[in-house]
């Protein structure tokens, strides 16, 4: 029977004839030269393969870093539009430039100056002045009128009572490049971005020149201190009227319009 001794004898026997070979022999048999330049050769191919893998990675991150660029480029142009009634932008991918007060013809003139209502800013800068002098061209500040609903001051509308109080406004910037004031909707159609809502608005129908149309957030803010009836400019609710070009229904004689301002 095969013991442990004769495994030792066995194994004592093999390193003393281990011993009789020379150093280079040794060398050979444990790793041979060539063994070695075969292990060079590959890892020189590794790294090669390395390189190349590293080098496309930088070239698809180059072109990542362009798309990129352009993209940014593409979405700086954006479009612009005015939140009547309040000082701030929605947080929807859209910055304020700056916010203001709203202004437009006062009433007092009748015909010619301005129709359109514009976002005064907040930070007036003046070049060339003559306080004595007048000019003929004038603006003036806009107040929440509504005077048929005055009795609640159209909280039932905004939720809280704006009667005779001025009105602000801010200049919206979004990334998205259109944008349009839709009258008669609550939301925005498919593939259109709610910047907000509210409603219809314009100046008095007996007034004595034109207003425009525009939208009036559905919660307005309020300038602080401006709550004197002026009656300068003013804004009311604007309905429709049935029974001659307007479609009814889908309209309803009577029934004040909403509005939406919407981008894509």
């Given amino acids: 029977m095969f013991s442990i001794f004769s495994f030792v004898s066995v ?11 020379n150093s280079d022999t ?20 590794e790294l090669k393969q390395y390189k190349d893998e590293i080098q496309n990675l930088t070239s698809r991150l180059n072109e990542k870093d362009t798309q990129i660029a352009k993209l940014e480029a593409a979405s700086g142009s954006g479009s612009s539009y005015v939140r009547w009634g309040r000082t701030t932008c929605p947080g929807n991918g859209t910055d304020i430039v700056y916010s203001g007060y709203m202004g437009t ?8 100056t ?54 602000p406004c801010a200049v919206c910037h979004t990334r998205r490049s259109s944008s349009i004031m839709i009258p008669g909707r609550m939301d925005c159609y498919s593939g259109w971005t709610k910047e907000y809502n509210g409603y219809l608005v314009s100046g008095w129908v007996g007034q004595s020149h034109d207003s425009e149309f525009i939208c009036l957030d559905r919660r307005p803010e309020t300038v602080v201190g401006g709550k004197t ?7 009311f609710f604007v309905e429709a009227v ?10 309803i ?6 509005c939406v301002v919407c981008s894509k």
């Fill in 11 to 21: 194994c004592c026997f093999l390193v003393n004839a281990d011993d009789g070979l």
């Fill in 26 to 45: 040794k060398r050979l048999v444990l790793h041979s030269e060539l063994d070695l330049a075969h292990e060079v050769a590959t890892l020189r191919q």
């Fill in 105 to 112: 013809a006062s009433n007092d003139f009748k015909v010619g």
């Fill in 114 to 167: 301005g129709s359109n209502y514009l976002c005064l800013s907040e930070k007036p800068q003046w070049d060339h002045y003559e306080d004595s002098i007048e000019s003929l061209g004038k603006i003036a500040g806009v107040e929440y009128q509504f005077v048929n609903h005055r009795g609640n001051g159209a909280s039932n509308f905004f939720g809280y009572n704006v009667y005779n109080d001025n009105a």
């Fill in 229 to 235: 009836d002026d009656d300068e400019a003013r804004l």
């Fill in 242 to 251: 049935c029974g001659k070009s307007l479609e009814c229904p889908p309209y």
């Fill in 253 to 258: 004689h009577g029934r004040e319009l909403t």
